[in-house]
């Protein structure tokens, strides 16, 4: 009686605490914000060029008065929020003659939580000496968001495969059964051709590229050739069905190439017009040599996807000097618990010489994790030295109370279900246990 009054126990306890936890924890999944959302760096202007042009101090003054939330998708939204950061410099031409350089400030980076079509533009601004100064909107693709100035180019770039010559053309095939896939076996020299498909995909099979298009309904398929043309050594398809029920079979169907294009005609077709067509071919160029794809891939390069650029000139008579402000929103990388801000620094390592940075963080909020010695003052934190330091500038600041709660809600989803299967365990192995110990009592 012993062991089957164990068991009895033992069982239930196992099922109530072993119940799966259920549907609280799912709906407040679906319910409940992303846990991260990536921000963008910031960065003063850069240097396209070398030149002599020191910088004799530095004001990196960032203002944090609240902190960015939730999603933004309209202007009125994103007026709300107020962070920003502004880095003065202050110029000196130690030479005997005038110099003219070219500066970059990037701009473009656009955080997770920030529409693809809502134009910030405006919450940038560049000053000479506390006037506006007449800037050129630039465009650039980097692949992992950085601030690479080099890509700012004044021509079209004729490095790598991707050039302005290169041959683009597309082989089509129609009168396909319907919902087949279609393969293609090619042959080529790699370097002297590259094939992409939208559609499908591409594998090597006995030496040579096979690629696979589906018809999805079309009655065609397609892809395209970058170069010289590759030769179709065998044609075939699959029926539609069960895969590891078809067969393959041999193709008669009409196929051939289209007329070839430059690859710098062909992305005119295609070229927003806010982007110029030096910046729009680089981008296209640089993200082809990347990615790979057809060009109608392309079409994902729109002016508030790319990176952005304020390029602009400077005039420093000899031995003269001038201020030079670059404002621009802080958009920090935000987590359930809190806000990481990150400012490059290094790129001022590009001037001959550097003097002094003052570097002020005015706003209501404990700063943490900083990568600087930051002092606490009356109305923020302050930090000052001469030279530049080595990395970056970065910071954390805990989350407002509803992204602080995002974690203890998470937490209480886990913990209160198995509590509650906690304490009925326990009743039960009470309950089990005194109807043990009756039946015991009435024997006696």
């Not at 410099?89 to 473009?108: D, I, K, Q, S």
């Not at 326990?426 to 009756?438: K, N, P, Q, S, W």
């Amino acid at each position: 009686m012993k062991r089957v009054a164990s068991a009895i126990v033992l069982a239930v306890f196992g099922m109530i605490l072993l119940a799966p936890v259920g549907a609280p924890f799912v709906q407040a999944s679906a319910n409940s914000a992303p846990s991260y959302w990536q921000g963008a760096e910031s960065s003063g202007p850069m240097l396209t060029e070398n030149c002599p042009i020191t910088v004799t101090e530095e004001h990196l003054h960032l203002e944090i008065p609240n902190l960015p939330s939730g999603w933004y998708d309209t202007a009125e939204q994103l007026a709300e929020y107020g962070g920003k950061v502004t880095a003065e410099y202050t110029f000196h031409n130690p030479t005997t003659e005038a110099v003219e350089v070219r500066l970059a400030f990037p701009f473009g980076a656009r955080p997770a939580y920030l529409s693809a079509e809502l134009d910030d533009t405006s919450r940038f601004s560049v000053t000479v000496d506390g006037a506006p100064i007449e800037r050129n909107v630039r465009y650039t693709w980097e692949p992992y968001g950085d601030y690479d100035v080099s890509n700012v180019q004044d021509s079209m770039r004729q490095e790598g495969f991707f050039t302005p010559d290169l041959a683009v053309t597309q082989y089509t095939v129609t009168g396909i059964p319907k919902d087949c896939i279609v393969l293609l076996t090619l042959s080529y020299n790699p370097l002297r051709t590259q094939t992409a498909c939208g559609d499908g995909y591409s594998e090597f099979v006995d030496g040579y590229e096979r690629l696979n298009l589906y018809e999805y309904g079309r009655g065609s398929v397609s892809f395209t050739a970058y170069g010289e043309l590759p030769k179709v050594e065998k044609a075939e398809y699959m029926e539609s069905g069960r895969e590891q029920e078809r067969q393959i079979l041999p193709l008669t169907a009409d196929m051939g190439w289209g007329n070839s294009m430059e690859l710098q005609d062909a992305l005119e077709e295609i070229r927003p017009p806010e982007i110029g067509k030096v910046d729009f071919f680089n981008a296209a160029s640089a993200y082809l040599s990347y990615m790979g794809g057809t060009l109608d891939r392309l079409t994902a390069l729109t002016p508030f996807s790319m990176q952005r650029w304020f390029v602009y000139t400077l005039s420093i008579p000899a031995g003269g000097t001038v201020k030079n402000a670059v404002t621009a929103p802080l958009y920090p990388d935000k987590w359930r618990s809190g806000y990481d801000y990150t400012y490059l620094l290094s790129p001022a390592s590009a001037w001959a010489d550097f003097g002094t940075l003052t570097i002020t963080v005015d706003t209501p909020y404990e700063l943490s994790d900083c990568s600087l010695p930051l002092e606490k003052g009356e109305t923020g934190y302050i930090y000052a030295r001469e030279g530049l330091p080595l990395g970056e500038l970065t910071f954390s600041i805990g989350g407002s109370g509803e992204n602080d709660d995002g974690i203890g809600l998470l937490w209480l989803i886990l913990l209160v279900p198995l509590g509650v299967r906690l304490v009925g365990g326990i009743a039960a192995l009470i309950a089990v246990f005194a109807i043990h110990v009756r039946k015991k009592t009435k024997k006696t």
